[in-house]
């Protein structure tokens, strides 16, 4: 029933920029935050950066805090991820995820992002 929309991705070189998007749509539901997990191969799935819809409270990654922003838009509940000075390690397949204020979450298809030289 909840539907997600995932862009921005790509193949970039080291040191450039990224900015990921993600809407999700289905039925009424009441979202309590939104943000994004990656996943390297042979890594376990680990939170980026993730925002409260209401106040925009922000967590992030240690190793991105300083280079990523999240951003969202509560009316049309999309969240922004701005990626700066991506390097090697920030390659995996990326995940935009939702939590709703009762309890379910939910998950996008995922998406690439490859820095590579």
């Known amino acids: 029933q909840v539907q997600f929309v995932e862009s921005g991705g790509g193949l970039v070189q080291p040191g450039t920029s990224l900015r990921l998007s993600c809407a999700v749509f289905?039925?009424?539901?009441?979202?309590?935050?939104m943000g994004w997990y990656r996943q390297s191969p042979g890594k376990e799935r680990e939170l980026v950066a993730d925002?409260?819809?209401?106040?925009?409270?922000?967590v992030y990654l240690d190793s991105v805090k300083g280079r990523f922003t999240i951003t969202r838009d509560i009316m049309k509940q999309t969240v922004d991820l701005q990626m700066n000075s991506l390097s090697p390690e920030d390659t995996a397949v990326y995940y935009c995820h939702t939590q709703s204020e009762v309890g379910p979450e939910s998950w996008g298809q995922g998406i690439q992002v490859t820095v590579s030289s």
């Open positions: 289905g039925n009424v539901f009441r979202i309590h935050s």
């Open positions: 925002i409260t819809m209401v106040a925009g409270r922000t």
